[in-house]
């Protein structure tokens, strides 16, 4: 058993709680034999941890564990929940994050409970909902605070499907990273929003759901050549769709949103 000087571990404010509800020891979040893993990629795995009581609080964890060299991703990933809340937007409520004496690394979020990712929301919603324009108008706020996703899909926007009014949460903030200047900049505007149409037909919606998406995202403002960025998206979303099906064949467990792998309650 390694001493708690061998290993890095920051716990967020109010994080000790969650911990002690969990009796969850981050010590030992590589062999807890309660976390179920249920995506191991080559970097990392993706797990969760559900509560043994019904007390108000959390009713799982979430946890990354990233494989050595890849340890001080968990760092990484921190700071940009700290960048997201910097910029006003919601995420995931971190717990916890830290490295092993051994180089891997690790981080605890708590479960987004009632929530549920866009696309899955979209999928089920019996009528028209304003889901499209809280996530463009995201998406541009995101852009505006100078940041990026590099995964932007709408499987990592979390959204409350019993109230249209609620804050909408961006997950995975470890693909989020500052943006390059003018003009490299566009590139990654233009990946983002790609990777939104994409994933919007990928739930069956057509071009009008698209138009407005866009529209709701460019009606906010301050973003640069729009006219450019507008030609740009189709085609970089077809190379979205090409790329997909060849990680798809390749990996087809990579694709696996948290929404799909969480146990029913």
Not at 232 to 242: D, V, Y
Request: aromatic share 6%.
């Amino acid at each position: 058993m390694n001493s708690p000087s061998d290993w890095q571990i920051t716990i967020s404010p109010g994080g000790d709680a969650t911990l002690q509800r969990f009796s969850l020891d981050p010590g030992h979040i590589f062999d807890d034999p309660r976390i179920t893993v249920w995506r191991d990629l080559p970097e990392r795995q993706n797990a969760y941890m559900l509560a043994s009581s019904t007390s108000i609080g959390p009713a799982r964890l979430h946890i990354k564990r990233y494989k050595s060299p890849h340890g001080p991703e968990a760092a990484t990933e921190a700071g940009a929940v700290e960048l997201l809340r910097q910029a006003g937007i919601a995420t995931v409520p971190l717990v916890a994050w830290g490295t092993s004496p051994d180089g891997r690394g690790f981080l605890i979020s708590s479960d987004l409970t009632g929530m549920i990712p866009a696309d899955q929301a979209i999928r089920n919603a019996t009528s028209d909902t304003n889901i499209l324009p809280r996530i463009g108008a995201l998406a541009a706020k995101l852009h505006r605070s100078g940041l990026h996703h590099r995964d932007l899909y709408l499987c990592h926007f979390f959204v409350d499907p019993g109230d249209d009014r609620s804050e909408v949460h961006l997950i995975d903030p470890g693909r989020v990273s500052r943006l390059p200047r003018v003009p490299l900049n566009l590139r990654w505007i233009v990946k983002d929003l790609a990777q939104l149409c994409y994933s919007l037909r990928e739930t069956g919606m057509g071009g009008k759901q698209n138009d407005e998406l866009l529209r709701c995202y460019f009606a906010q403002g301050q973003v640069p050549c729009q006219w450019l960025i507008r030609r740009l998206i189709p085609l970089k979303t077809a190379f979205i769709a090409r790329h997909d099906r060849k990680l798809r064949t390749r990996q087809p467990t990579r694709n696996i949103s948290i929404g799909q792998a969480n146990p029913k309650q």
